[in-house]
């Protein structure tokens, strides 16, 4: 049995954050354990406040869990400050995972900033050399490597491998603001870049899309090669989204559907 850890924010309305990691966990078979590094008052409407976690408990809730447990792999998601970065970077270099999967999540949908800007160098220096794999968006990887963000395919390999350079395993590029029909995704190794695009679903339930997207290669980096576990975990969310229009949850932008296998 795998057993997978995010550390992350927490979404009441269950779309995004640790509830959609642990749904995705969940879904695909491992057992999932939860590091809150913030809590929001959040809805499908929107981000209305966040309050940190005491980077001190975020250590604590951690110790607990890596003295008692064999974790197998790690999604990072919000970290919100300076502070909660270091310490994860810290709790990292001491406790080595096999397999870390960094989200960089730094603005919800809706615009609200989920990380401080003073974090960003903290990230760049300390946590993407500890990481297996980075999942950045357009806006992500541009303001990782301070430029402008990206506007075509070329461009997106071009920053992936600039991203690699700062001592992350692996980048997945994701393309998901680019125009056009498709959703392009780049996976840039030291060895190879391989294209992965999906069709774009029309729909407007798409809360919580990169939280369940790195959940899910965090769950399969354990049992399959890092190319085919990136496959699957983005056909597993291909469907979670084409089936998103079946949940009916709040007024706003709607989660994906982490269950659409089962019900």
Partial sequence: MTIALTIAGSDPS???????????????????????????????????????????????QFDVLINDSNIDCLKIGMLMNEAIVNAV????????????????????????????????????????????IITPNLPEAAALLNCPEATNESQMQQQGQALLQLGCKAVLMKGGHLPGDE???????????????????????????????????AALLPVLPLGEAIKQAKDYLSGAIANADRLHVGKGIGPTHHFYRWW
Avoid: W
């Avoid at 999932?32 to 209305?48: D, E, H, K, P, Y």
């Fill in 183 to 217: 959703c392009p995704d780049f996976l840039i190794t030291s060895k190879e870049i391989i294209r992965y695009a999906t069709r774009r679903v029309n729909t407007n339930n798409t809360h919580g899309t990169g939280c369940t997207l790195s959940a899910a290669i």
């Fill in 14 to 60: 269950g779309g995004a954050g640790i509830q959609a990691d642990l749904k995705t966990f969940s879904a695909l078979g491992a057992y999932g354990m939860a590091v809150i590094t913030a809590l929001t008052a959040q809805s499908t409407q929107g981000v209305s406040d966040v309050f940190p976690v005491p980077a001190d408990f975020v250590k604590q």
């Fill in 89 to 132: 970077a810290e709790l990292l270099s001491q406790n080595p995972l096999p397999y870390v999967v960094l989200d960089t999540v730094m603005v919800a949908k809706g615009g609200h900033a989920l990380l401080k800007q003073t974090a960003i160098d903290v990230i760049r220096q300390k946590l993407l050399p500890l990481a297996t």
